[in-house]
């Protein structure tokens, strides 16, 4: 082991903990890419400069392997016990529940309906669409049903 710390100098050392933050940074949040690509040069780079034999690369490669799967399983265990609540289904149903209040309701288009569109219904600027054809901007429309969080709507005919 002591034949590894020999090829160990500020900037190997710089690219070994930059590395490891970075890949770190990818496993907390994926989809990224840039932190890991980065993090897996950096690694690599670490270990071209360090290692001086075939050998001492693949201690250090298992080495890294080793410490990664310890991040890895560290930083799963403390995501899974935070709750990341980016909806609360209160919120959600509140809204379903005034959507489906909404039904009957008559408002004025406030934009053309192609076929979405917003009308003003009940002071409120609410965004719809239209079950047919388009609807121009100024017209009386009436919400016909809801599918989704979507909202339907269909002119005002009058008889």
């Known amino acids: 082991m002591e034949f590894l710390l020999e090829g160990f100098t500020f900037i190997n050392s710089i690219l070994l903990i930059a590395g490891f933050i970075l ?4 496993i907390a949040m994926p989809g990224i890419s840039a932190p890991g690509i980065t993090g897996s040069i950096c690694l690599l780079l670490s270990i071209f400069f360090i290692a ?3 050998t001492e690369a693949v201690l250090l490669i298992f080495l890294i392997v080793i410490i990664l799967a310890i991040m890895f399983a560290v930083i799963i265990k403390v995501l899974s016990q935070r709750s ?3 909806v609360l289904q209160e919120n959600v149903d509140a809204v379903n529940a005034g959507q ?7 408002g004025i288009a406030v934009t053309d309906l192609r076929p979405t569109g917003f009308i003003q219904v009940g002071g ?7 079950t047919g054809r388009f609807i121009n901007k100024s017209e009386a429309v009436r919400v016909t049903h809801t599918k989704g969080r979507t909202l339907f709507v269909e002119p005002v005919t009058e008889h």
Do not use: C, P, W, Y
């Not at 489906?100 to 008559?106: D, E, L, R, V």
């Open 100 to 106: 489906s209040k909404m039904i009957g309701a008559q």
């Open 23 to 26: 890949i770190g940074i990818e």
């Open 124 to 130: 409120k600027r609410v965004e719809v669409s239209s």
């Open 84 to 86: 990341f609540n980016l």
């Open 52 to 54: 001086d034999t075939v």
